[in-house]
């Protein structure tokens, strides 16, 4: 069993280093685009890419979008607005407004919790329970970009919270289904730390990765996204396939 583990985590971190490897010297933003109309573009953002603001050279969704929409576009400035986002080594499905009015609609939908969001991580541990929601406050530092369990009567704590279900495991690692139901700085990554089963790769808040680090990237991906067309106001879901297979 223990050989069966070694190789499991060995495939693992080989199929998702190629991955991202793959991914970065051949970003091509009109590959991600997984939807377009005149209100919204839907996005699978890869693994490595910044949302927004990455540094000097470097390419991001945000100005990758920017410069799709200005060629198919000649001599008109686009418009793009960034309602929600994803940690840069983070991986999944995001959308963005073409519109302010699309922006201001999809923003409260977010703000309200009108919008579903879904992640897959792998944990460093298997929880005992393979169904739960875990419910904590967090407080974010922003000198150290993150955020830490606190309690509730701590100023500026927020509440979070979420549900999650095992869908695989073996003696060391599972593969969780998350169900966000608020939207908090590092979310996850801190509450699946503090209940004792952080994500494999995360060098914030897995001390295993701190003092060895495993190589792999972290293993999180945002793999489905609803919410009420801006303008239509039909439900829409988007989702692609679990990218962590135990």
């Known amino acids: 069993m223990v050989v069966f583990v070694v190789v499991f985590r060995a495939l693992l971190r080989y199929t998702l280093l190629k991955r991202r490897d793959f991914f970065m010297r051949n970003f091509n933003i009109q590959d991600c685009i997984l939807f377009e109309d005149k209100e919204i573009l839907v996005c699978h953002k890869p693994a490595g890419i910044a949302v927004q603001n990455a540094r000097l050279g470097a390419a991001d969704m945000e100005s990758s979008l ?28 995001m959308v963005f407004a073409k519109t302010k009015e699309a922006a201001a609609d999809l923003s409260r939908q977010v703000q309200t919790k009108m919008a579903d969001k879904f992640y897959y991580a792998v944990t460093d541990g298997v929880p005992e329970q393979k169904k739960g929601t875990l419910e904590d406050y ?35 690692n599972a593969v969780l289904r998350i169900r966000l139901d608020t939207g908090r700085h590092h979310q996850i990554r801190v509450q699946l730390a503090n209940a004792g089963i952080p994500i494999v790769g995360d060098t914030k808040y897995n001390f295993k990765e701190t003092m060895t680090r495993s190589g792999n990237g972290l293993l999180l991906c945002s793999y489905k996204i609803g919410f009420k067309h801006p303008k239509t106001h039909k439900k829409m879901e988007f989702e692609i396939r679990n990218p962590f297979l135990i």
Do not use: C, F, I
């Open 66 to 93: 920017k410069n799709y929409l200005a060629l198919k576009n000649p001599g008109k400035m686009p418009y793009l607005g960034v309602v929600h986002r994803l940690d840069q080594p983070v991986r999944g499905v």
């Open 138 to 172: 967090l407080l974010r530092d922003g000198k150290t970009n993150t955020s830490k369990v606190v309690s509730k009567s701590t100023e500026g704590a927020k509440s979070a919270r979420l549900d999650y279900e095992v869908t695989a495991q073996n003696k060391t």
